[in-house]
Structure formats: C-alpha cells, structure tokens
C-alpha cells in the first residue's frame, strides 16, 4: 500500500510543475559553428520572442520567423530577461 501511495504523490509533484510563457523577449544565445577542434561559439540575439519554460529542465525558445529551437536549464550562454532583469541560466 504505501507504494501505491509513494506513486500517487509522486505524480501529485509532477503535475505540480506548472510550464510559464514569457511574450516578447528579447533572447541572447550561443550556437556552435565548426567542427573538430575548429569550433567556434557564435553569438545570437533575436527580439520578440516566445519562451516556455516547461516546469522542468528545457526553455523553448520561438523566433518571430517561426523557428523553435530548445535550451537546457543549465545551457551556458543562454539569457532572457525575466521581470525586467536578465536571467543568467548556468
């Protein structure tokens, strides 16, 4: 029974976990150009964007073309501003 019970908590967090959209932001983030050792980090800024958080561990970043992309909580180089201050994701 208390398995059961373990179980049912467990999906109770999981649902908890509510996804946040943020309208209009202005994204700053890296992507990796090369390969080999020749990489290179190429940075990017785009204004007008959709991101959703999705409660959990990603940001899906949507540009005003269209084009989605996603970023890891912990992705280096990846910044929006979250209630008028740049959040930092490290």
């Known amino acids: 029974m208390s398995v059961r019970l373990a179980l049912q908590q467990s999906i109770k967090k999981r ?11 202005s994204v700053e983030w890296l992507e990796w150009e090369g390969f080999g050792r020749r990489k290179k980090a190429v940075k990017n800024k785009s204004d007008n964007c959709t991101v959703t958080y999705n409660g959990k561990s990603t940001y899906t970043i949507k ?23 740049f959040v930092i994701i490290r």
Not at 15 to 25: D, I, L, P, T
Not at 73 to 84: C, I, L, Q
């Open 15 to 25: 649902s908890s976990r509510k996804s946040k959209v943020y309208h209009n932001c």
């Open 63 to 85: 540009l005003p073309s269209g084009d989605s992309f996603t970023k890891r909580v912990g992705t280096r180089g990846f910044y929006f501003p979250e209630n008028s201050e």
